[in-house]
């Protein structure tokens, strides 16, 4: 009896002190002729699942904010959901089973995703826009301000938001995969809300760390000229 009680003190210690793998999990699913691809991006404390049509190039759908676990449940809080204005979703809640290269989050849709293979890299972070060209915000108000665009970089694989926390006005995303080295930072785009079109292109620009910030520069996705400082976000 002592071992029993042991035993399951043990099980559920473990359940109380599960935490959330870190990293990028991916699924692809069939619809016919076309391919579904489900994407979750989670650090330390946010998450962010994406999903995008393949062949032909459709952004479907985006949803984040951060998280908080408890046992083997996760909850998160939305700052952003791109299907706002027809389901009215403020929170996720799963209840989740996850090893080291597979999550599965219960009553999700999809059976499992799989942990991507990249590792951390250069701007692996959260970031805010804190300045454009010669125009720079005061950071302490950026934070605070619930309008925000925000680009997520995790292990290879990037994305940017412009969202309201409090309005729940979504203003639009893209992401897909990046290279960050030697001064220079590659954006290969693999979905666009605003324009499919430009799915398949590579934007390569120039980056530099200077006390933290991020300064971004180059050609947007319709060719004009950017400046851009971006300040991590925890």
Request: net charge neutral; aromatic share 14%; with cysteine.
């Amino acid at each position: 009896m002592r071992n029993i009680c042991i035993a399951v003190f043990f099980i559920m210690a473990s359940f109380a002190n599960a935490q959330l793998n870190s990293g990028v999990f991916l699924s692809e699913e069939k619809q016919g002729n076309v391919s579904l691809v489900h994407e979750l991006k989670i650090d330390d404390t946010y998450f962010v699942a994406t999903v995008y049509q393949k062949n032909p190039a459709k952004f479907i759908k985006t949803q984040g904010g951060f998280y908080t676990v408890e046992g083997n449940q996760l909850r998160v809080k939305l700052e952003f959901n791109s299907n706002f204005q027809e389901d009215g979703v403020k929170e996720l809640v799963y209840s989740f089973i996850q090893n080291k290269k597979e999550l599965k989050l219960e009553a999700d849709t999809v059976k499992s995703y799989t942990k991507s293979n990249e590792s951390p890299i250069d701007l692996n972070g959260k970031w805010l826009i804190t300045g454009r060209g010669d125009q720079s915000f005061d950071k302490a108000e950026v934070f605070k301000k619930p309008r925000k665009t925000m680009k997520f970089l995790y292990n290879g694989h990037f994305q940017w938001i412009a969202f309201n926390s409090d309005t729940f006005q979504f203003s639009g995303t893209g992401g897909g995969t990046y290279e960050a080295k030697n001064g220079t930072y590659i954006e290969k785009i693999a979905y666009f809300s605003r324009d499919d079109s430009r799915v398949g292109a590579a934007l390569d620009f120039k980056y530099e760390i200077k006390n933290g910030d991020w300064h971004h520069s180059g050609k947007s996705s319709k060719g004009a000229d950017i400046y851009e400082v971006w300040s991590i976000r925890e």
